[in-house]
């Protein structure tokens, strides 16, 4: 265990994996939370008057050991899990939780804080310094530090209340997609369907001892069905059993938990002294508040509207000559894009496959990245790794520096969670003038190779892979004095710019040129192919974003302003008024089960979807106007952006990298809507 308490002795303090075993971690845990623990405690005893540095600064580096072991902990628990760690997970989570509460409900280090955030203009402190200041301020303010003792036990009594009714409307949400089933027992019922969903639905109704074919309202059994299936009365059927989840009058019906979600964060903010909840969630946002998050939509919309009207005609016309369907339905939707998209570009990837071998794609994001940012990325292999198939990666400079380790895991295995993610073992920052560089990690889940073939991907699988890599440099090239502030530390709707904007290489041939090479013949990805993948990128974009501002208005319709809700169905088909394409159906409800926002943490937040896709398209458009590898450009996003985590407000940072502040405009245009 003794290992887990201190700073590692390995090359660049890397995390020496085989050295710890599985008893080790709980006990280091609760040593390493004693330690943090008294080093809060130093602070808040510290006899001399609070100043930036003994309290703030001490702050911000506190807890150290216990921050590397939490990132390896819960990076190994995602990414090579077992019984026994998950285990270890529950039983130290309520640990963190409390200590972390410990440290917000702390009076005397709050009594601190607050003393410096109140003479912070005479103070002679950095704009990171008067960020940090303001960032651990509204920490505690947010959690009602300034509250009277009556107003906290109120908040408590509000929290304890939200904290149940989302975990009811959850359960609620599970049980109404756990109690369905479409059951089918005459096989030309499944006509249109791909063989492996076919399969799939086979053995789903084995585990349940039933004859033929079931499928569930799980989304990977759902989504098929809607997509392939010829039968339109069953797919009928099934959506709408999919839209009336917790809708249905019965003992799972969200519809007060809804109101009372809505009213309880209402309430909330307004205890706080915000006049919504969306204004409390959206001052930690780069988009600030309410009025601009509408009409941020609204604005979209307006110029959106008239591509998804005339993709819908497109989409009926077709459906009408196809099958002679007069009227387009939602269970018609994903049937006849399906058939549209096939029918326009005929693109399946097993024709682009062998253009995209993992290792050329890695390699490609490695070349990117040196063009722009100047890195080099170095194979190692005397550092450490949790499994065989990571390979690890010394990433340095022009001058040779350090600029941070980088793991890549990319295969599936049991004891990994699904999805792909970029995650950190180290943190960067600057103390005592020296400056401590990251270990960054992208864990996805690609296709593995086989015994003839090499890793072959996708296209998706491409983006994803430069999605996460974007995420990565934005790690990588952190370049702040404390960790809290550091590399992906940053408002919520920003953090994917670094990662979108990465993404966007792959589809220029400049940039394909170098990487998407046959893994036989070495011919680079021929031109029509090109063509085709970014033609089919923005198929139907209208209709699709027409559906994400939908989702947006609505979220905002239920927290911008006090709201008083008599029909959960009517206040919603309002919300939606300027935004309906297919007819309405009466027995389906979204706000029943859309837990983005009623159970997650997408409240007053959805918008930030397209919100990420804006900055993304505006920021490449300024690499488009002066040439995708342009090095004044990428020194700039390097500079303003991705050096500079959460040390000022993301939309300085952008104006500075910029010039301006973003513009729909080359989303739009990149979509195809202008
Ligand atoms: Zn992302």
């Known amino acids: 265990m003794e290992i887990l308490l201190k700073k590692f002795n390995t090359k660049f303090e890397t995390a020496p994996f085989s050295q710890i075993k599985m008893d080790d971690y709980k006990p280091a845990f609760e040593e390493n939370i004693k330690n943090a623990k008294a080093e809060i405690d130093a602070i808040v005893n510290n006899p001399e008057t609070p100043t930036f540095k003994n309290t703030l600064e001490a702050l911000d580096f506190a807890g150290n050991p216990l921050d590397r072991l939490s990132s390896i902990f819960f990076n190994l628990n995602s990414a090579e899990t077992s019984d ?60 009602g530090a300034l509250l009277n003792d009556e107003q906290k036990s109120k908040l408590r009594e509000i929290d304890t209340q939200l904290a149940k009714l989302k975990l009811t409307y959850g359960e609620n949400v599970l049980s109404e997609t756990n109690n369905y089933q479409l059951h089918i027992t005459n096989e030309s019922d499944l006509k249109g369907l791909p063989e492996g969903v076919i399969e799939a639905a086979k053995s789903e109704a084995e585990n349940r001892k039933l004859e033929g074919w079931v499928f569930t309202l799980d989304y990977p059994s759902y989504i098929p069905f809607l997509t392939y299936a010829d039968h339109r009365e069953l797919r009928k059927e099934f959506a709408i059993a999919a839209g009336k989840k917790a809708f249905q009058n019965n003992e799972f019906d969200n519809q007060e938990n809804v109101k009372n979600i809505v009213r309880l964060r209402h309430e909330r903010a307004n205890l706080l002294g915000y006049a919504s909840h969306a204004h409390f969630v959206l001052e930690e946002r780069m988009a600030q508040n309410p009025d601009k998050v509408i009409s941020f939509l609204n604005d979209l919309l307006e110029k959106a509207k008239p591509a998804a009207e005339r993709e819908f005609a497109e989409l009926s016309a077709f459906a009408k000559g196809l099958d002679g369907i007069d009227q387009l339905e939602k269970w018609d939707g994903a049937y006849y894009s399906e058939k549209l998209k096939q029918k326009l570009f005929n693109l399946d990837d097993e024709k682009l496959k062998p253009y995209f071998k993992l290792a050329n794609v890695l390699n490609g994001a490695f070349t990117i990245a040196g063009k722009l940012y100047g890195l080099k990325f170095i194979e190692v292999f005397d550092i450490e790794k949790y499994h065989n198939d990571v390979t690890t990666y010394e990433v340095k400079d022009e ?63 491409v983006t994803t892979l430069f999605h996460e890599f974007g995420h990565g440099l934005h790690g990588m090239l952190a370049n702040t004095v404390y960790p809290s502030l550091s590399g992906t530390s940053v408002y919520w709707d920003f953090v994917e710019l670094p990662s979108q904007i990465f993404e966007n290489w792959c589809y220029e ?46 979220d905002m319709t239920y927290h911008g302003k006090p709201q008083t809700i008599e029909n959960v169905k009517a206040f919603e088909e309002k919300a939606f008024e300027n935004t309906k394409l297919y007819p309405d159906v009466a027995e389906n409800c979204m706000s029943t089960s859309f837990s983005h926002i009623f159970q997650g943490g997408y409240s007053s937040g959805y918008y930030s979807y397209k919100w990420a896709e804006v900055l993304d398209a505006d920021a490449f458009a300024y690499f488009q106007e002066k040439g995708i590898f342009d090095k004044e450009v990428a020194t700039k996003f390097k500079e303003n952006v991705l050096s500079k985590g959460g040390t000022e407000h993301p939309m300085t940072l952008y104006k500075k990298f910029r010039g301006q502040e973003p513009k729909p405009e080359a989303l739009l245009k990149r979509a195809g809507l202008i």
């Open 509 to 554: 041939p400049e940039a394909l040129a170098l990487f998407a090479k046959h893994y036989e013949t070495g011919e680079i990805i021929p031109q029509e192919y090109v063509e085709k993948i970014k033609e089919s990128a923005s198929f139907q974009e209208g209709m699709a974003t027409m559906r994400q501002i939908s989702f947006g208005l609505l």
């Open 84 to 143: 026994e760690m998950q285990k270890i997970a529950q039983e130290v989570s309520p640990l963190l939780t409390e200590f972390s509460n410990d440290i917000t409900l702390n009076e005397d280090l709050f009594k601190r804080i607050k003393a410096i955030h109140n003479q912070k203009e005479s103070l002679n402190l950095t704009t990171e310094q008067q960020t940090l200041v303001d960032k651990k301020y509204k920490g505690f303010v947010r959690n």
């Open 399 to 461: 001058n040779n520096e350090l600029v941070a380790v980088f793991y890549a895991d990319f295969f599936p295995r049991k004891g990994k969670r699904n999805g792909a993610w970029m995650t950190s073992y180290k943190s960067q920052s600057i103390r005592n003038g020296k400056n401590d560089r990251p270990h960054i990690s992208n864990v996805c889940n690609f296709t593995p190779p086989t015994a003839t073939k090499p890793s072959l991907l996708t296209f998706n699988e």
